[in-house]
């Protein structure tokens, strides 16, 4: 059974930074892509950050274009992690941040328009950004 969790949310004010890891399990790490999305309150949820990767190699990474210079996404294999570096955070990037896997051949997965289409959720993690 594929499991991801998230973790490392929390409150941080205005130009801080947070990393949140996306632990997954159920699949070996070697065909895959996981993508970071958002959804704030009153708003439809949004591809943040995603990244697949087959054998070690990694096949491509893509932002949402308001956290480009600003986000980072990287996986561990060594760890089944995948993280989300968030540094200079704004009050807007609040939300709660889930990750979301898919397995297999994945090589265009973050071509996809909001990387629509992963079969496999966490339940999520909050992050809070004061102003």
């Known amino acids: 059974e594929v499991q991801l969790v998230e973790s490392g949310g929390g409150l941080v004010q205005a130009g801080g930074s947070l990393r949140l890891s996306c632990a997954a399990s159920g699949f070996t790490f070697h065909d895959y892509a996981i993508g970071w999305f958002r959804q704030a309150p009153g708003k439809e949820r949004e591809g943040v950050a995603c990244?697949?990767?087959?054998?070690?190699?990694?096949?491509?990474?893509d932002y949402l274009e308001s956290v480009k210079g600003r986000f980072t996404i990287s996986s561990d294999g060594t760890k089944n992690t995948v993280y989300l570096q968030m540094n200079s955070l704004k009050p807007e990037d609040t939300a709660v941040y889930y990750c979301?896997?898919?397995?297999?051949?994945?090589?265009?997965?973050?071509?996809?328009?909001?990387?629509?289409?992963?079969?496999?959720w966490g339940k999520g993690t909050l992050v809070t950004v004061s102003s």
């Open positions: 979301a896997a898919e397995v297999g051949y994945t090589e265009f997965v973050c071509t996809r328009p909001g990387y629509y289409g992963m079969d496999y």
């Open positions: 990244i697949s990767s087959s054998d070690g190699s990694t096949y491509s990474v």
